[in-house]
């Protein structure tokens, strides 16, 4: 049984003028959280993933899209699609493709009535719609993941550079110096030391989430190797659905599948709650450090609005140009407009026009609203850890308080930092669309502040700061060559 809601139907006959809207005071729908099974040593860890984007819950956006979808399509508003409806409906592949174009393009071939009428009553029904739809992965976060492949080299470039007494260890003292003396790799002279100025021509982070991440199947096999290799298994939303317990004993046999299922049913470990919007504003940070894993979890910038407003205006621009009479029709005819004509000509009067394009297009942009991409990328080491926005470079004040980060996720043995003891790292970047970059997006301090802060590493150093040297020493309150967000804070705006 699909979990639906008759005021998700409610929301989408009203976009299309077929009833009036819900009651804007309704209660908050809930919303269904997106479950790991963490495989961490010998333990088994569960994350809760509870996402949101301007405070409404993932899923129940979807509810609502899928309500649309099904609206939009039921040209003779019956209560059911017929074949040639469901033709006109995006395959899954499109809607899992629009995180980048900013639209469903006519991926594939139309989809058929067999597809989605899982009763046989020749008609699919909104429960079948959104029965294909989540068995196709749609209807929460996405999930992409990837390997780090430049990890290991840039923890040896640490090592090899903060070594500065050859003794093949980095001790307390020479964290303590790290700053000062990395300073001479800051080649593009920004008081940060990136990836590549460690390790020549290493990109950060060098991988994507390339690749979909999907609960176990029956009997997976096959894998990418970097699935395969990930110590999170996706949990299905179905609890009956058992296979995940059963790739988990395959990757690791001291956990048996009765165990796991049972293991399951105790309240998660970590809830990271993350809340994505386009207005910026600050989200729980997840942070799970396991006895062999750490898992690290930010929000972080997305395209999807710009995606949306370029496909927007591509389709305005293609609108108001001449179709000239020999363009391409049809489903998958390249370039023009054909292919959507028949899509989005509600009055089937074989011409679109502008009112039908905005129609098609709002529901582009319901669509997007529910893109929500989780980055999730294997193989973080000691660089990773250190950079703690993760925006592919180290600052000042990350390296002078890496010793202490070190220290707290028990990477130290004796007197220096043991790179064997650097617990392996998994990031976690959820985005709005597919991330435009994994920096964490929250920036924080005045308008002055941020104008200043140039590099973008959260401070404002003594070069930076565009005032008289005597106002920036009255405000560096802690007299550490650096104004942090929370003095600027302080500072009275008149003077």
Same mark, same amino acid.
């Given at each position: 049984?699909?979990?639906?809601?008759?005021?998700?139907?409610?929301?989408? /006959?009203?976009?299309?003028?077929?009833?009036?809207?819900?009651?804007?005071?309704? @209660?908050?729908?809930?919303?269904?959280?997106?479950?790991?099974?963490?495989? &961490?040593?010998?333990?088994?860890?569960?994350?809760?993933?509870?996402?949101?984007?301007?405070?409404?819950?993932?899923?129940?956006?979807?509810?609502?899209?899928?309500?649309?979808?099904?609206?939009?399509?039921?040209?003779?508003?019956?209560?059911?699609?017929?074949?040639?409806?469901?033709?006109?409906?995006?395959?899954?592949?499109?809607?899992?493709?629009?995180?980048?174009?900013?639209?469903?393009?006519?991926?594939?071939?139309?989809?058929?009535?067999?597809?989605?009428?899982?009763?046989?009553?020749?008609?699919?029904?909104?429960?079948?719609?959104?029965?294909?739809?989540?068995?196709?992965?749609?209807?929460?976060?996405?999930?992409?993941?990837?390997?780090?492949?430049?990890?290991?080299?840039?923890?040896?470039?640490?090592?090899?550079?903060?070594?500065?007494?050859?003794?093949?260890?980095?001790?307390?003292?020479?964290?303590?110096?790290?700053?000062?003396?990395?300073?001479?790799?800051?080649?593009?002279?920004?008081?940060?030391?990136?990836?590549?100025?460690?390790?020549?021509?290493?990109?950060?982070?060098?991988?994507?989430?390339?690749?979909?991440?999907?609960?176990?199947?029956?009997?997976?096999?096959?894998?990418?190797?970097? #699935?395969?290799? %990930?110590? /999170?298994? /996706?949990?299905?939303?179905?609890?009956?659905?058992?296979?995940?317990?059963?790739?988990?004993?395959?990757?690791?046999?001291?956990?048996?599948?009765?165990?796991?299922?049972?293991?399951?049913?105790?309240?998660?470990?970590?809830?990271?709650?993350?809340?994505?919007?386009?207005?910026? !504003?600050?989200?729980?940070?997840?942070?799970?450090?396991?006895?062999?894993?750490?898992?690290?979890?930010?929000?972080?910038?997305?395209?999807?609005?710009?995606?949306? @407003?370029?496909?927007?205006?591509?389709?305005?621009?293609?609108?108001?140009?001449?179709?000239?009479?020999? =363009?391409?029709?049809?489903?998958?005819?390249?370039? +023009?407009?054909?292919?959507?004509?028949?899509?989005?000509?509600?009055?089937?009067?074989?011409?679109?026009?502008?009112?039908?394009?905005?129609?098609?297009?709002?529901?582009?942009?319901?669509?997007?609203?529910?893109?929500?991409?989780?980055?999730?990328?294997? +193989?973080?080491? %000691?660089?990773?850890?250190?950079?703690?926005?993760?925006?592919?470079?180290?600052?000042?004040?990350?390296?002078?308080?890496?010793?202490?980060?070190?220290?707290?996720?028990?990477? #130290?043995?004796?007197?220096?930092?043991?790179?064997?003891?650097?617990?392996?790292?998994?990031?976690?970047?959820?985005?709005?669309?597919?991330?435009?970059?994994?920096?964490?997006?929250?920036? +924080?301090?005045? =308008?002055?502040?941020?104008?200043?802060?140039?590099?973008?590493?959260?401070?404002?150093? *003594? *070069?930076?700061?565009?005032?008289?040297?005597?106002?920036?020493?009255?405000?560096?309150? &802690?007299?550490?060559?650096?104004?942090?967000?929370?003095?600027? !804070?302080?500072?009275?705006?008149?003077?």
């Amino acid at each position: 049984m699909t979990r639906f809601t008759f005021g998700a139907l409610v929301l989408g /006959l009203a976009a299309v003028g077929l009833c009036p809207a819900a009651d804007p005071g309704a @209660a908050k729908p809930a919303g269904v959280p997106v479950g790991f099974a963490l495989l &961490d040593g010998g333990a088994l860890r569960r994350i809760e993933v509870r996402a949101e984007v301007d405070g409404v819950p993932v899923s129940a956006i979807w509810d609502e899209t899928f309500a649309k979808l099904f609206a939009y399509f039921d040209r003779n508003a019956d209560g059911a699609l017929d074949a040639k409806e469901v033709a006109l409906l995006p395959p899954a592949r499109a809607l899992r493709q629009s995180l980048g174009s900013g639209f469903t393009p006519p991926t594939g071939p139309a989809l058929a009535l067999a597809d989605l009428d899982r009763n046989g009553d020749i008609k699919v029904s909104l429960d079948e719609l959104v029965a294909y739809y989540r068995a196709n992965g749609l209807g929460n976060v996405q999930v992409g993941a990837g390997t780090l492949p430049a990890s290991a080299d840039l923890t040896a470039a640490l090592v090899k550079h903060l070594d500065t007494n050859s003794d093949g260890k980095v001790s307390e003292a020479e964290w303590r110096a790290a700053a000062d003396v990395l300073k001479v790799l800051d080649k593009n002279d920004d008081e940060l030391i990136g990836a590549g100025e460690l390790v020549p021509k290493a990109v950060y982070p060098g991988a994507a989430g390339a690749l979909l991440l999907s609960p176990p199947g029956a009997g997976t096999t096959g894998q990418p190797a970097a #699935v395969a290799a %990930l110590p /999170l298994v /996706l949990l299905p939303a179905d609890p009956k659905d058992a296979n995940w317990a059963a790739e988990v004993a395959r990757r690791d046999p001291r956990h048996k599948v009765t165990d796991a299922v049972a293991w399951r049913q105790k309240a998660a470990d970590v809830t990271w709650a993350v809340n994505l919007s386009d207005k910026g !504003g600050a989200s729980d940070r997840l942070a799970l450090a396991g006895t062999a894993v750490r898992v690290d979890g930010w929000a972080a910038p997305g395209k999807a609005s710009e995606a949306a @407003a370029t496909a927007r205006k591509q389709f305005v621009a293609q609108l108001d140009a001449p179709e000239p009479a020999d =363009a391409p029709k049809g489903r998958r005819a390249a370039g +023009g407009r054909g292919w959507l004509t028949p899509i989005a000509d509600r009055n089937g009067d074989g011409t679109l026009d502008r009112k039908e394009l905005d129609g098609w297009l709002d529901l582009q942009a319901q669509i997007m609203r529910g893109q929500v991409f989780l980055t999730v990328l294997d +193989g973080a080491g %000691l660089f990773e850890l250190l950079d703690a926005n993760h925006d592919g470079a180290l600052s000042v004040r990350e390296l002078r308080g890496a010793w202490d980060r070190l220290k707290a996720a028990g990477c #130290v043995a004796g007197d220096a930092v043991a790179p064997a003891k650097v617990p392996r790292g998994v990031l976690c970047a959820a985005s709005l669309g597919y991330p435009r970059t994994l920096a964490a997006s929250a920036r +924080g301090g005045p =308008a002055w502040f941020v104008a200043m802060d140039r590099n973008g590493d959260g401070d404002v150093s *003594r *070069r930076e700061f565009t005032g008289p040297a005597a106002v920036f020493d009255k405000l560096d309150l &802690d007299k550490d060559g650096l104004l942090s967000a929370e003095e600027a !804070g302080k500072a009275n705006p008149k003077k």
